[in-house]
């Protein structure tokens, strides 16, 4: 590929280099000038079909998608177009061809949401640095729903206008046929239509007139430079206000804690109001049935992607979504009468298939250590006996320069120039490649924990960033436990040295 250095598209096939000379036509249009790198950002892991690559240069950087849907690409750029004019963060497009399938849009970086709160947590709290971050989510939802939703045109909606019949229809029968029937839940057919029928009924007597998004929920909105953008609202529709807001806060393995949603709803409320009339009490009359809707919908998905396409990390979000229905079925009570639907959800939580699926929901954890060669290997605590072990003394030394001195790998500066060396990217692309098929198989065969460690010279700079870029990548994976420690930085010399 022309201006693509040979390290660039190492182990790239044939087929994606002639595609990728689509997005680089595009890039050199915009930039007046070739990207120098290229690199997937999404492979097997997304359930869209769509092949989503970052190119960039010293001075510019794009994402480039290319898919196949005019019909949800038309949706997608006109809805960006429209959020922009009301002053939304979503992505600015930079080029787009239909006819070939292809869009160029702003890069946003590469922290998402669940991310960001995956490494703000621990297994009791979460920070409050992640709790604002999803506060100020909440507060933006209500400007897409209500006020770009009045004079949003929704022809352009695929494959529905609206969340009407036909799209809750789709929904119900995608969770009964392949989770309930694929997981070996028992129901009665027709009982259970009866249900979603009364259901349906129900969830269409909400106030239906705004702009529903659709797959609100915390991998569709990034994080940059502190302040969320929102990306993947292509399959946004006319709907209720609930559902999305039920979306980002029953978002499975997201598994925010009770008290953080009942504060994030009631902000939500606030901030609704202040764009269009709220009956509290009307709108929990629906809430909690648009959140059972939504649960059917992502349960379908993990079956149709797990049990029917056999891609067994979408299994991992099961136990989560398990653990919010069980939640929902101590603590909720809705309006109207489900007795064949409740039932299978009983059947679902005493269920030994699924059980087992919660059983290795646990799945893989990966424990990520940076360290300095001249204080010895890292010890494999997990007592399985190591992993990976990678040197970055080869790699171009910040710390070699004073003005990085007093930085690590985690700061700014230091990140950026590292991004800037193609033998870093060519290195990680190296580690990345090993890492995943590791890690494929260690899911494949029930393994629980898989160590990789980065070693360099004073564990400060080059096996830091190396260690965080890695643990960006594997948090984008479901079924896996990502740990990174920094075994320099978090020492007591390190720390009274930073003091």
Excluded at 123 to 128: D, K, L, M, R, V
Excluded at 486 to 491: I, K, N, P, Q
Aim: one cysteine or more; charged letters at 25%; glycine letters at 8%.
């Amino acid at each position: 590929m022309p201006g693509i250095s040979d390290s660039v598209i190492l182990g790239l096939t044939v087929g994606f280099i002639l595609i990728m000379d689509i997005l680089t036509e595009q890039f050199e249009q915009v930039f007046h000038a070739l990207p120098d790198r290229i690199q997937p950002l999404q492979g097997e892991l997304g359930g869209s079909g769509r092949k989503i690559i970052r190119l960039n240069n010293a001075t510019s950087s794009a994402i480039g998608i290319l898919y196949a849907v005019r019909e949800e690409n038309i949706a997608f750029l006109e809805f960006s177009k429209h959020f922009r004019r009301h002053g939304l963060p979503v992505p600015e497009i930079y080029a787009a061809d239909l006819d070939r399938g292809a869009y160029l849009e702003e890069d946003l970086g590469d922290t998402t949401l669940f991310e960001f709160l995956s490494a703000n947590r621990n297994e009791e709290t979460i920070a409050p640095v992640a709790v604002d971050a999803y506060r100020k989510v909440v507060a933006w939802l209500p400007r897409f729903q209500i006020e770009a939703g009045r004079d949003l045109d929704y022809s352009v909606c695929y494959p529905r206008a609206s969340f009407d019949r036909q799209s809750i229809a789709w929904d119900l029968n995608y969770f009964k046929y392949y989770f309930l029937r694929l997981a070996g839940i028992p129901f009665n057919e027709q009982a259970l239509e009866d249900d979603f029928d009364t259901l349906t009924k129900f969830l269409l007597s909400a106030e239906r007139d705004y702009f529903m998004y659709r797959d609100f929920q915390s991998r569709n909105v990034m994080l940059k430079d502190g302040e969320p953008f929102f990306v993947d609202y292509q399959g946004g529709r006319k709907g209720a206000l609930q559902y999305d807001v039920a979306s980002l806060l029953y978002d499975a393995k997201a598994d925010l804690p009770p008290a953080l949603r009942q504060e994030l709803l009631d902000l939500y409320l606030q901030r609704a109001a202040d764009f269009t009339r709220i009956d509290r009490e009307e709108f929990l009359r629906y809430f909690y049935a648009y959140i059972f809707v939504r649960l059917m919908q992502a349960l379908g998905a993990y079956g149709f992607r797990g049990f029917y396409e056999r891609k067994s990390h979408f299994l991992q979000s099961v136990p989560y979504a398990l653990k919010n229905l069980r939640w929902l079925l101590h603590n909720v009570t809705l309006p109207i009468q489900l007795p064949a639907l409740m039932g299978a959800f009983h059947s679902m939580l005493a269920s030994p298939k699924l059980q087992s699926v919660a059983i290795s929901g646990s799945g893989l954890t990966v424990r990520i250590m940076s360290f300095s060669f001249h204080r010895g290997m890292p010890q494999d605590e997990s007592g399985h006996g190591g992993g990976f072990v990678f040197d970055g003394r080869c790699l171009p030394n910040p710390g070699r320069e004073e003005r990085f001195k007093a930085l690590t790998g985690r700061d700014v500066p230091v990140i950026e120039y590292l991004n800037q060396q193609d033998s870093v990217h060519q290195f990680c692309t190296n580690v990345t490649s090993l890492v995943d098929a590791s890690v494929s198989e260690y899911q494949r065969r029930g393994f629980k924990s898989l160590m990789v460690s980065f070693g360099c010279t004073g564990g400060q700079h080059r096996s830091v960033f190396l260690a965080e870029q890695l643990a960006k990548h594997l948090r984008q994976k479901n079924g896996l436990d990502v740990k990174v420690t920094h075994r320099e930085l978090e020492s007591p010399e390190w720390k009274a040295a930073a003091e």
